[in-house]
């Protein structure tokens, strides 16, 4: 199976765009298209559905994008390899985080790399959880920070960073705030407001809420952290906060309190792109966070 044309496919399947891609790969258009029907002639199908408006996989080509990934993950593999014995790869570690992971855990994390390996280059990438393994998938990022279930149950191997505990989140003067745990049953009535749908804190608090019977407001949704907390303090009602996110944000006029008799926690993980042999650099750093994180 020809390389560059496990390229273009991949690089279609990323731009979504026909043309985008050709720019990418710096062919034209035509001869890009030529290449991915002979790919298809190989593989026995049409791996795109073409439409005037957008470009998106086929079934077939949804399960062949694995084994393309897989592919020229190995071919980067060997490629790395090369420039290791030659002394000529740079130290480089690009990372991935979601916005309710990346203020609190990347910089202790890049502390901890650069304090083990002053050479390196760190580069970030703060997007939602979607979009950031669309560009794991692609070999656009090295490791990603991101908090689990992940939809479509992507591929990846893993590495529990933390349990992190989502913290009831109450204004200061609230009458609960001088218990030390707070009991769901004291909740039934409470208004409760959360980051939009988006985000999979959202998702996963949401569930939570549904699961224990409580009712979360949809009328004040909001995109960041810092504005959730901004409208518990100015008592707009109660949220749910990391316990990471509660620790940078001690200085606030709120209260952070455990529930009972059932905690709300999430995962957070560590992802990268299986390979028959990790790269040394990326390897090096996940012996690092094994023994540090």
Not at 36 to 41: F, G, S, V, Y
Not at 56 to 73: E, R, T, V
Not at 80 to 103: K, S, Y
Not at 264 to 286: D, G, K, M, N, T
Request: with cysteine; aromatic share 8%; net charge negative.
């Amino acid at each position: 199976m020809d390389l560059p044309r496990l390229r273009y496919f991949l690089e279609v399947a990323r731009q979504k765009n026909f043309s985008r891609a050709a720019e990418v790969c710096f062919i034209s258009q035509p001869s890009l298209s030529q290449q991915i029907k002979k790919l298809e002639a190989e593989v026995g199908g049409r791996l795109f559905l073409r439409s005037r408006s957008k470009v998106s996989l086929s079934p077939l080509g949804q399960s062949f994008l694995k084994h393309a990934q897989a592919i020229m993950a190995e071919v980067a593999t060997a490629e790395e390899f090369v420039a290791e014995t030659q002394n000529t790869i740079e130290c480089t570690l690009r990372f991935g985080a979601i916005p309710t992971i990346a203020p609190y855990l990347i910089p202790d994390l890049f502390r901890t790399i650069q304090e083990a390996y002053p050479e390196a280059r760190l580069e970030l990438v703060e997007q939602q959880t979607g979009a950031l393994i669309e560009a794991l998938s692609m070999s656009e990022l090295d490791f990603a920070l991101l908090s689990p279930p992940l939809a479509g149950e992507p591929a990846f191997d893993s590495l529990l960073i933390q349990d992190d505990e989502l913290l009831l989140t109450l204004p200061a003067s609230h009458p609960l705030c001088g218990e030390a745990r707070i009991d769901l049953s004291a909740l039934r009535e409470a208004k409760i407001i959360l980051l939009e749908d988006s985000h999979c804190l959202a998702q996963q608090t949401a569930a939570f809420c549904a699961e224990v019977g409580l009712k979360a407001d949809v009328h004040l949704r909001s995109s960041q952290i810092d504005t959730l907390l901004c409208l518990v303090e100015a008592g707009f009602g109660l949220t749910f906060t990391p316990r990471v996110a509660a620790r940078a944000n001690a200085h606030r006029d709120l209260v952070f309190r455990s529930l009972s008799p059932q905690p709300c926690h999430r995962e957070l993980r560590l992802y990268w792109v299986p390979r028959h042999i990790l790269p040394r650099f990326q390897r090096s750093a996940l012996e690092l966070f094994r023994r540090e994180l």
